[in-house]
């Protein structure tokens, strides 16, 4: 029992002398100051960590911040890059219509230089199927010389033209042309090589071939397909060798004596766009405006 107290007052008397040494050792300790430099170490560390998590955090949204103006500025600069793209492709195209309507120009001129008779040249300005006629309006009128019944052609197609029809009504400024594809416009004309004649007759619209009546049946084996048909000279209207089309068929009929010779006109109504007034009273070439 006594060994047992001793025991116990040993260890009592032990943990006090350590911790009376623990203290002194403290104490000595903030006594040097070595206690106050670490605290400074530490505060120093842990400032310094949230230093740079603030400069991390402020240079990503910074950076962000940036890339998204970046990103803005590259899509007005694209932008603007695809603007001039398109006037850039405008402008060509632009040069290469006015290219082509220079070509145009000059083949006009060589070919108005070239007909025997004075020629007006026209713009057509419309078109009107449902008219007395099939009419089509060109930009000349009697201020500019045109008459009823001038004959009306086109270069196209041919280097000698091709016939589209003639004046039937005369304004001021304006003109109506029948074309020869209408039903009412008869053209007296010939096969070129074979030499027959006929009566060229429209059938109303301009997808339909023209037809030559009273052609003698005795052509049908001569005649070929691809002749070519001109006007005769046999009215006043249209002036011989004007070409009006070539041919496309022939139908015949036992109980007629005639053939009928279907024609494929020489100009292409649907790509026309400028005309020549013929006055063939008045020779001589060149143009008058």
Do not use: W
């Not at 670490?38 to 890339?67: D, H, K, P």
């Not at 603007?80 to 006009?108: F, G, T, V």
């Not at 016939?163 to 004309?189: E, N, S, W």
């Not at 096969?191 to 429209?202: K, Q, S």
Request: proline share 4%.
């Amino acid at each position: 029992m006594k060994h047992r107290r001793f025991s116990f007052k040993a260890q009592r008397d032990l943990f006090l002398l350590l911790a009376y040494i623990l203290a002194a050792g403290l104490f000595l300790s903030f006594s040097s100051g070595g206690f106050v430099v670490n605290f400074r170490r530490i505060g120093f560390s842990v400032v310094s960590g949230i230093q740079r998590g603030v400069y991390s955090c402020a240079s990503f949204f910074s950076g962000t911040v940036n890339a998204v103006r970046e990103l803005s500025d590259l899509r007005e600069k694209y932008r603007a890059l695809e603007k001039r793209l398109e006037n850039y492709e405008a402008m060509q195209r632009s040069n290469a219509e006015i290219r082509r309507e220079n070509e145009r120009l000059r083949e006009l001129l060589a070919f108005t230089e070239n007909l025997p008779h004075r020629n007006i040249p026209a713009e057509i300005i419309g078109r009107d199927p449902s008219n007395m006629y099939s009419g089509i309006t060109v930009n000349k009128g009697a201020r500019h010389g045109i008459r009823k019944n001038m004959t009306v052609i086109a270069f196209q197609n041919s280097p000698a033209g091709g016939l589209v029809g003639k004046v039937v009504q005369v304004g001021v400024t304006t003109a109506m042309i029948m074309p020869l594809y209408d039903f009412q416009c008869y053209i007296p004309a010939r096969l070129e090589d074979t030499r027959f004649h006929g009566l060229v007759n429209g059938q109303g619209d301009a997808e339909s071939p023209l037809v030559m009546r009273y052609v003698p049946k005795r052509g049908q084996g001569e005649i070929r397909a691809g002749e070519r048909i001109v006007t005769s000279g046999e009215s006043r209207t249209y002036p011989a060798g004007i070409s009006v089309g070539i041919v496309s068929g022939i139908t015949s009929n036992d109980y007629e004596n005639s053939i009928e010779i279907l024609v494929q006109p020489a100009v292409d109504f649907a790509k026309l766009d400028t005309v020549f007034l013929l006055d063939p009273e008045e020779d001589g070439g060149g143009d008058a405006t």
